[in-house]
């Protein structure tokens, strides 16, 4: 016999525990049900995994747990992005109140259609040199204006603000907050994108969102917002915050943060730090320039004490003495060249006058030469009557030949005089 439960009112309403109850055994007759579609979400934790499950073509999700009981009998390959179908059973957990999907086995379909479109946008961007290096620009060493976009009371607007004002604080925020899921998403970010990278203010811009799963994320791929970013002038900061799979806004920014906080720092310089980097360089300077003026004093220190220039008298008598050792060695060698020069001319004048034949004249002798200029030599040579030119030692004087006298007994003791 059924026991018909009459039903609730105002005045005889329901306990919870019973509408639970009615609620669990309602969901459990549905029993196990095959579905397909596409992970989303894949977090293991103590061998169990949770994760969601998204249809193919609705905007319809569900959340799954796989015991670790199932997970060893279903493939380990399984991933977020994976097509798959799986075998659900739901359960309602009365205790607490909430409704779970049990899945008791997956298996691979094939890769997801998300995943597939968003790979091959993925390797046409690359194709056209959006995610080269190259093309990066470098952030600016202390921006005036910062770029935001985020959600509106976002946790990520506040990490920003909140670690680059204790980082920099006079450092200037233009906040343009835009939906970060959804479909209003990629509109209202590309138009943030814009504005602000049409700002003479702006130096750099940050878009942050700080995570979620892979679902919540496309946005940030999509290929209208990407290429927007790559067109921008300003530099761009991509804080996601999404680690297992990066959108291809990380990909085509100028720089990757991996949460906004992290963003914030990698903005904005520390004023301590960079207050005590200035205060180690005018330490290093000044050491640097007192061991300098240090170095010069001590080589000045070294010149003076040179003898040169404590005294430099003392040069002047040290050459003052040489000079005049030289000056006197000089006057001796000169007076001894001199001297043997004057012996050795007074050696030649007495040679000169021994074999001159001036010194024969002066004893009284003359030369006597015929009208041709000849020496006589002969007696023969020089006839009666023929004139004679007779060289004294003191003058010349002429002659005429008379002939050879009357031949006398000759004086060995003075010699002949010629006639």
């Known amino acids: ?166 980082r920099w604080p006079s450092v200037r925020f233009k906040t343009i907050h835009a939906a970060v899921q959804g479909e209003r998403m990629v509109g209202e970010v590309t138009s943030a994108i814009q504005r602000l990278d049409a700002d003479p203010e702006v130096d750099v811009i940050i878009v942050a969102r700080g995570g979620g799963d892979f679902q919540n994320l496309l946005g940030f791929s999509d290929e209208g917002l990407v290429r927007a970013a790559a067109a921008a002038t300003t530099p761009i900061v991509s804080a996601i915050g999404h680690e297992a799979d990066r959108p291809l806004l990380d990909e085509v920014a100028d720089l990757r943060a991996s949460t906004p906080t992290d963003a914030a720092k990698r903005v904005v310089p520390d004023v301590g730090e960079e207050l005590q980097r200035v205060q180690q360089a005018r330490s290093r300077l000044g050491t640097r320039l007192t061991s300098l003026i240090n170095h010069e004093i001590d080589r000045l220190g070294q010149l003076r004490s040179r003898p040169v220039l404590a005294n430099p008298q003392t040069l002047i008598d040290v050459r003052a003495d040489e000079l005049v050792r030289y000056v006197a060695r000089s006057e001796e060698l000169l007076h001894r060249v001199l001297e043997r020069s004057s012996t050795r001319v007074a050696e030649l004048t007495g040679h000169l006058r021994a074999l001159s034949p001036e010194s024969t004249l002066r004893r009284g002798y003359s030369i006597a030469q015929l009208p041709s200029g000849g020496v006589l030599r002969d007696a023969a040579e020089a006839p009666v009557g023929t004139p004679l030119l007779l060289t004294l030692a003191s003058g010349t004087l002429g002659a005429t030949s008379t002939g050879a006298p009357a031949v006398a007994a000759p004086d060995s003791s003075r010699p002949t005089p010629a006639r």
Request: charged letters at 25%; proline letters at 6%.
């Open 1 to 166: 016999m059924t026991i018909v439960t009459p039903p609730p009112t105002a005045e005889a309403p329901w306990p919870v525990g019973l509408l639970a109850g009615k609620v669990r055994d309602w969901i459990d007759r549905l029993g196990t049900a095959w579905v397909e579609g596409e992970i989303t979400q894949w977090n293991s934790s103590g061998g169990n995994v949770y994760g969601k499950l998204k249809d193919l073509e609705m905007d319809a999700t569900v959340s799954f747990s796989i015991w670790s009981s199932v997970r060893s009998k279903i493939p380990a390959d399984l991933k977020q992005g994976d097509r798959v179908i799986a075998a659900i059973k739901p359960n309602f957990w009365v205790k607490g109140g909430t409704l779970t999907m049990q899945v008791f086995d997956m298996r691979h379909v094939g890769l997801g259609d998300l995943l597939e479109r968003l790979e091959r946008l993925r390797h046409q961007l690359a194709s056209e040199g959006l995610f080269a290096p190259e093309r990066k620009r470098r952030l600016p060493f202390l921006p005036q204006c910062i770029g935001l976009v985020t959600g509106r009371d976002s946790d990520a607007e506040k990490d920003v603000l909140r670690n680059a004002q204790l």
